[in-house]
């Protein structure tokens, strides 16, 4: 069985459209017409064009000598961090405006836990001089206030969303219910593969050019196109679906899932959804899904804002259940200690959420002669304080 | 047995009144209270509503009234529970409104058999898609004798409204406005429109119109086109108004006020 979606929008048994009729027309409109948008010429010239000159493109693979030395094998970086905006959202973004401005909508929404997504979203809007709404949790807002600002001073209305636990997963109903109640002139930007197909499969492709630079750049380096170890960290999962994309089929490439364990994956407080998550619906998609026996979702928790999402994108929940990927649930405290040793050992202080996969190092141990490809999803400036605090700098 | 939203249909021509109620709100265990006083003071209908954590398609109040209803420590069984003798105290149709997963979560040929045992008419799953329906539960429902009311909008185009009518048993559930629940003071000219287009299409089962039907007035409009309309978030609304009066006389003020008598 193949790892694409299938035509009726599931990833083995996982994905669809569980949606409400009244988005239906919404969701229609794209499924009618996102592959014929991405696969025009005009569309993917623009996308190449932004990619490259805008976002930065490519970004580099980096051989990490000393993290190699430590962990005695191969280590290469693929360096997402250097992106504009810092992290690989804005692959995402910049595709998914140009649809919106080919749909001729006009007016964004996006929802946003930390923010790195909504800032990704403002960023492109100024671009584009589209209206943008960014919904967020409340509490979110009051914890990621320099996101916040920077939402703003790109233009963006920064919805303050008091629901439910007013975090990510509250910020994302709200973001469609206002889908419900502006169906015409209305694109909602997703942030991750989650969501209603044909999102999980648009956002992959656009992430996929991940994938695409890696088999060039290794074998340039390398002398072949393909890596042993394929790490990446994983919350709805959009970093690791690009990094995986053009491998999925490749059996020779061991994928690495890094999600996160919070305090610990039996404390009560954690975001290890593939362990922990049976199957059920959340945001459109049938996906494993952190909830109680009667199906009410359950809030998750992990020091890392990016990874603290009840579910998981329905392609990462069969590459787990099949045994396609292999994932490890990676501790507050394993991904502190691991973002320490890759600012001292590569002077690259990395996202929190990244810190969860390169802490997945020390759980594979890839041979000497092993190549290791993982992906750095994002910089760590937005997380300094958190590293200050606990790391006690 | 003829299922109770037939005999509704039957019986009743013009100004069927559902109302929609979150079980467990505002008591755990206000809901058989609720239903008897409802049934009582003209509630021709009623819809159970299953509190949800993450309920996508309701505005503000319903969040709340099924946030406080988890609070209160509702569960989709403690419901059924409660409601076990119910069919000796209420006779009018009872229909089981909810979100997909927790009926996922119970199984869904448990909550049929459930729902048949405890004298539930009919559900309302808005975010079961109609396809999915059709191959996976159609059978299921009928074998169970539950009927599925599935919602049309303002933005359903005509085909897609005769194929998710003639899914639909009971009724149809004719969806005012491209918004989520929530009460609006007034039907809007092109609200108007599409109600008249829907009328006009002469559907194999009656409608009936929900989302922003608040009061007296929009109760009427939207009976000149349906055969009766659903009243949720006003409704709940007045539940959660603080005053002194007892659940049954909240029921029977607001029920007064929507069928045009004097409030007692």
Redesign the interface.
């Known amino acids: 069985m193949g790892y694409k979606v299938d035509a009726e929008g599931f990833y083995g048994e996982y994905g669809?459209?569980?949606?409400?009729?009244?988005l239906?027309?919404n969701i229609r409109e794209l499924e009618n017409n996102y592959m014929k948008i991405v696969s025009s010429d005009s569309f993917q010239n623009k996308f190449r064009l932004l990619l490259r000159d805008y976002a930065g493109r490519p970004t580099p693979l980096f051989r990490a000598e000393r993290l190699s030395a430590h962990y005695g094998t191969q280590i290469f970086l693929k360096r997402e961090d250097l992106n504009h905006t810092g992290a690989h959202k804005i692959n995402n973004t910049i595709g998914q405006i140009l649809v919106a401005t080919h749909l001729k909508k006009k007016r964004i929404i996006a929802e946003t836990g930390a923010g790195q997504h909504g800032v990704a979203t403002a960023t492109v809007c100024a671009l584009t001089g589209m209206e943008c709404i960014v919904y967020m949790g409340a509490l979110d807002v009051e914890r990621q206030a320099p996101n916040v600002k920077k939402m703003k001073m790109l233009g963006a209305e920064v919805v303050p969303v008091h629901?439910?636990n007013k975090t990510l997963?509250d910020a994302t109903?709200e973001a469609?219910?206002d889908w419900?109640?502006?169906?015409?002139d209305t694109h909602y930007i997703i942030g991750s593969v989650v969501g209603p197909h044909p999102y999980p499969d648009m956002v992959t492709r656009f992430q996929s050019v991940i994938s695409e630079e890696i088999r060039i750049q290794l074998m340039e380096k390398t002398g072949r196109d393909y890596p042993d170890y394929l790490v990446a960290c994983v919350g709805g999962g959009s970093n690791a679906a690009g990094a995986y994309y053009h491998y999925l089929e490749d059996r020779r490439v061991r994928l690495i899932s890094a999600e996160a364990a919070g305090l610990g994956v039996d404390s009560g407080y954690t975001a290890a959804t593939s362990l922990l998550g049976?199957?059920?619906?959340?945001?459109?998609s049938r996906t494993l899904?952190m909830?109680d026996?009667?199906?009410?979702?359950e809030e998750p928790y992990s020091i890392s804002a990016g990874l603290d999402y009840p579910g998981v994108g329905p392609l990462h929940a069969w590459l787990a259940e099949s045994g396609r990927a292999t994932v490890y649930a990676i501790t507050d405290e394993e991904a502190l200690q691991a973002a320490m040793l890759c600012t001292r050992k590569e002077g690259i202080i990395p996202a929190l959420e990244t810190a969860h996969a390169l802490a997945a190092l020390e759980k594979i141990k890839p041979g000497i002669k092993d190549v290791v490809v993982l992906n750095l999803s994002g910089r760590g400036d937005k997380d300094m304080e958190t590293y200050i605090d606990k790391l006690e700098i | 047995m003829i299922n109770r939203i037939d005999q509704l249909f039957r019986e009743r021509e013009r100004e069927i009144l559902s109302i929609y109620i979150t079980a467990g709100y505002p008591g755990l265990h206000d809901t058989p209270r609720l239903l008897k006083a409802l049934e009582e003071h003209g509630a021709d209908m009623v819809e159970i509503g299953i509190p949800f954590s993450d309920p996508l398609a309701d505005g503000p109040v319903i969040q709340q009234s099924s946030l406080l209803a988890l609070r209160n420590g509702m569960t989709l069984d403690l419901l059924f529970n409660q409601l076990n003798e119910i069919r000796e105290s209420v006779s009018i149709p009872l229909v089981m409104m909810g979100y997909l997963n927790p009926v996922l979560q119970m199984g869904m040929e448990r909550f049929l058999s459930r729902c048949r045992d405890t004298g539930i008419d009919g559900v309302i799953i808005p975010d079961l898609p109609p396809d999915e329906y059709e191959t996976r539960y159609l059978d299921l429902f009928r074998s169970y004798g539950i009927y599925n009311s599935l919602l049309v909008t303002p933005h359903t185009d005509n085909q897609r409204i005769f194929r998710i009518a003639a899914l639909s048993e009971g009724f149809l559930y004719l969806v005012a406005a491209a918004s989520t629940t929530g009460a609006r003071s007034s039907v809007e000219k092109h609200q108007k429109e599409y109600f008249q287009r829907l009328k006009e299409l002469k559907l194999p089962v009656p409608g009936l119109i929900g989302f922003g039907i608040s009061n007296r007035e929009t109760f009427l409009t939207a009976c000149q086109y349906a055969r009766g309309a659903i009243i949720g978030s006003a409704f709940i609304r007045a539940l959660g108004e603080e005053n002194s009066l007892t659940l049954e006389k909240r029921v029977e003020r607001f029920i007064g006020e929507i069928r045009g008598g004097t409030p007692a």
Do not use: F, T
């Not at chain 1, 419900?180 to 015409?184: D, E, F, G, Q, R």
């Not at chain 1, 049976?278 to 459109?284: D, T």
């Not at chain 1, 026996?293 to 979702?297: A, P, S, T």
């Open positions: 669809g459209a569980y949606i409400p009729e009244m239906y027309p629901s439910g997963k109903n469609i219910r419900i109640s502006h169906p015409v049976r199957p059920g619906i959340i945001h459109g899904l909830q026996d009667d199906g009410q979702i």
